[in-house]
Structures are given as C-alpha cells and as structure tokens.
C-alpha cells in the first residue's frame, strides 16, 4: 500500500504515473486492473488525509510521545507532515521526541533547536514536519501578546521605589522568551508640585510582584526616562512612554512587569498606564 510521498509510484508529471504498482495507470491497462488502482489511490489519499490533520491523540509520555495510526507509513519521508493533537497529561517538559508507528523516536526540533518544554500542551493542535533526521515543529504555540490597563498606582516623592503594578502586569512566555514592551501613560504632579528630575524604569523579575512603594527589585529593562520639570503646578500631567526589549526570559515562567519611579522633590504620580506585551516568534 504505497503512500503518497513514495515518489517510485507516484510522480508529479502525469505520463510517468506508469510504474506497475497500483496505483498505476498504464497505457491499455486489464479492465480488472482499473478498480484495484482506483482503490490504491483512494487509501493514499485517506491516510496522507488522516495522517495530515488532527485525527489522533498523541500517547506515550510528556516528552516520548507516540502517534499509532490503522495503517502504518513504512518509512519516515522527507517532507512529510503529521498533525494531531496532544494527549492529555502530556505537556511536554523538555526535549521531546515523536515515535509513529514504532518507526523509531525522533527528535522534535524547533529549528536547530530542541524543546525545552511547554511548547507542546494537553488539548493543543501540533503539526510536525519530517527534515530527513528530525521532526521539526511547525504549528505549536503561539507567542504571547497581552495588554494591560493597571489602576493609578500612588504617587512617590524622594528616591526610587517601586510602583506595585506586576500584579497586574504579568507574562508568561511560552516560544521563545524574547519580549517587547510598550507603556504609556501621564506623569502627574500630586498635591505637592514635582520638581525634576523625575525618572521613570521599565522593571521586571519573577516570584512575588512588588507592592506599591517597595524598594527596587528585579531588573531594569529599557533606557530610564528623565523628565526636568518647571513651571509645572500641582495636578499638571506630562505624557510618556518606556519601550524594552527583553530576550532570555525562561519558557512557562511568570514574570512581572513594574516601573520604578523616582522624584527629587514634590510628589511625582503615573497614570492613566496602558502596558502592551508581545513575545517574539523563535
């Protein structure tokens, strides 16, 4: 039972699909050849069907998985795609291989990559393709891209600290651990008018998101924003924005996202934030 992707029986210029394996269409061909090569042709076309959309549940192990199709390929085929969605209890945790049919384990690859966990997910729809060596990853997850409107953290007046709104602000990268963040919002004088600078810094870490005056932690991200003010009264408010692009971040890991600010006088507020965050494709 030859499959599609067996190119000694099927062939993409049409005079040379003669090769005597049904199917096969010679020249004055036995009438009671015509069904036996209509029927080899229609099991290639429902299994590479089946075989390239999501009709099984991959079993096996989180990161040993197995696809155990009725009819089995004979062989791994360069270019051939497999898809099917990813058994439950079986989120891989780290580098993955793909064994169908006993065929033999093969590594998942993500480029020259090997996983690293969570890219394949219980429920998920995955799609592989076969490289000649490896299977490579050509459908999982998707990079992560949120947004964020926090609630008006308190104003500072004096040294650093930090704003409190990781609880709100968080991202879990899940692809390649490469993020970019945009926040806007207004800095606003309190009831005491600021005086310069006032400095404003992208920061992010992991573990319990700092609370709403706590001292400085995690890590700064981006370029510090410095605004010099005069002639600025009570209650005045200036646009701004940060702007960071972060790489490294550990995939399936929770991180928050926070601003530090700081004022040298006065009392310093940021408002009206909007966060947006995006994870890069690897």
């Known amino acids: 039972m030859p499959d599609l992707s067996d190119n000694t029986v099927f062939s993409e210029t049409d005079a040379s699909n003669n090769s005597g394996t049904d199917p096969s269409w010679g020249e004055a061909m036995l009438p009671s050849k015509v069904n036996d090569s209509a029927r080899a042709l229609q099991g290639a076309l429902k299994r590479f069907r089946d075989r390239s959309g999501p009709t099984l549940q991959s079993a096996g192990t989180a990161n040993a998985q197995t696809l155990t199709y009725t009819v089995a390929p004979t062989a791994y085929v360069t270019g051939d795609v497999y ?7 079986l989120t891989n945790t780290g580098a993955t291989t793909l064994n169908i049919n006993s065929l033999g384990a093969k590594n998942i690859l993500l480029g020259p990559y090997p996983l690293t966990g969570r890219e394949l997910r219980e429920a998920q729809l995955v799609r592989v393709g076969y490289d000649g060596t490896q299977f490579q990853l050509l459908r999982g997850l998707t990079p992560v891209a949120t947004g964020f409107t926090p609630t008006n953290p308190a104003g500072r007046t004096g040294a650093a600290v930090m704003m409190g709104i990781g ?15 945009s926040l806007a919002g207004d800095l606003g004088t309190g009831t005491t008018a600021a005086a310069g600078p006032i400095i ?11 609370a709403n005056a706590a001292a400085v932690t995690g890590t700064a991200a981006g370029s510090a924003i410095n605004f010099t003010l005069t002639n600025y009264a009570s209650g005045d408010r200036l646009p701004f924005s940060c702007l960071a692009h972060i ?4 995939l399936g890991t929770a991180y928050w996202l926070d601003i530090s600010l700081s004022c040298a006088s006065g009392t310093a507020t940021a408002q009206n934030l909007s966060m947006i965050v995006r994870e890069s494709p690897r």
Request: hydrophobic share 35%; charged share 10%; glycine share 16%.
């Open 167 to 181: 609880s709100t602000c968080t991202i879990t990268p899940l692809v390649s651990g490469e993020v970019q963040i």
């Open 247 to 250: 790489t490294g971040m550990s």
């Open 83 to 89: 898809e099917f969605i990813v058994g439950t209890g």
């Open 200 to 210: 404003v810094q992208l920061r992010y870490g992991t573990g319990a998101a700092p």
